[in-house]
């Protein structure tokens, strides 16, 4: 299975300014789907998150729910979408029984901090890094 996720991630990385997704919020290139992807798996480095470890996404934005859960694919995580229209309530019960390590969210509402969320994240080309890519 290894092979075969770096063939996709190969594949990501090559088709450069081809149109990834096209919605109505906006177009995303595989260009900068593979740049998202990297700088979001730099962001698991700095929540110490580790292959194998569950993660929580919550966002109303196509193409950003769709790298953030291709990040964690490639990186070795268990991402599971959630529907952002969940009350903080239910994201917060949802994760907790999940065991979620990370929860990315986009809602406005606050969530108690028992949960460790992470909204309108912004992450930094200083620490991107290609994803792990484990056997799975």
Known sequence: MKQELYQIWQNIRMRGRHPFMVTTQNNVSYRNLYYSIKDIC???DDNGLKPGVKITIAVSDDATASA???AAFFDGLVPIMLSPENSPEKMVEISRSLDSK???DDNTEIIPRQ???LKRFRVSHKYARTPLLPEV
Do not use: T
Request: proline fraction near 0%; hydrophobic fraction near 75%.
């Open 68 to 70: 953030i859960f291709l």
């Open 115 to 117: 949960l460790r969320v």
């Open 42 to 44: 730099g962001l698991f």
């Open 102 to 104: 990370l929860h990315f």
